[in-house]
């Protein structure tokens, strides 16, 4: 017989135990105790069901905040957040274009560049178009040939940026 100590008094808990057959008999109060830490089990198991299905509701949310686009979807940067590269790729061209704008003082009709702005309102002079096709095959390891093959065919800012994407070979972003 089995007695644990309850309260300082001694509260019997197993009737009998055959030992060939593995077989344990309670008593009343081991029934009790014993429905008792199943009913604690289940409480427990069910507030960590909660909690894993909170966590996991409270994950996806959050991941859900950036989500993919391609670079053909989007008018504006902040819309690239959920596509690292292509957003680090979109920042680092359109600083080396705006710097490239400063540095020859052009003047655009289209004003700052952006996703959207056309490649002929913002270079318009022949020098300034190959000063950018050099700019572009020294920095993003472009080679001239593609860029003077594949230039006509780009209309604005974004279509850059996915040209460059698939013919660049150098891409440091800092």
């Known amino acids: 017989m089995l007695a644990i100590p309850i309260n300082g008094k001694r509260k019997d808990i197993i009737k009998t135990k055959n030992l060939k057959t593995g077989i344990i008999t309670l008593t009343k109060k081991g029934n009790k105790i014993w429905k008792y830490l199943l009913t604690l089990l289940l409480k427990a198991f069910k507030m960590n069901k909660l909690f894993i299905l909170l966590l996991v509701s409270a994950v996806f949310s959050f991941t859900s905040c950036n989500q993919y686009r391609s670079i053909s979807s989007v008018t504006k940067l902040s819309q690239l957040s959920g596509n690292p590269f292509m957003y680090q790729l979109s920042k680092s061209m359109l600083k080396n274009i705006g ?5 020859k003082g052009i003047q655009s009709t289209v004003g700052k560049a952006n996703l959207l702005s056309p490649l002929s309102g913002l270079f318009s002079k022949a020098d300034d178009i190959a000063g950018l096709k050099n700019l572009l095959s020294t920095a993003y390891g472009i ?8 230039y006509g065919n780009l209309g604005n800012v ?17």
């Not at 710097?99 to 540095?103: S, T, V």
């Not at 974004?158 to 972003?173: C, E, P, Q, W």
């Open 158 to 174: 974004k279509d850059l940026i996915g040209f460059v994407a698939k013919n660049g070979t150098n891409f440091r972003f800092y």
């Open 99 to 103: 710097n490239y704008m400063i540095q």
């Open 143 to 150: 080679a001239p040939k593609k860029l003077d093959a594949g």
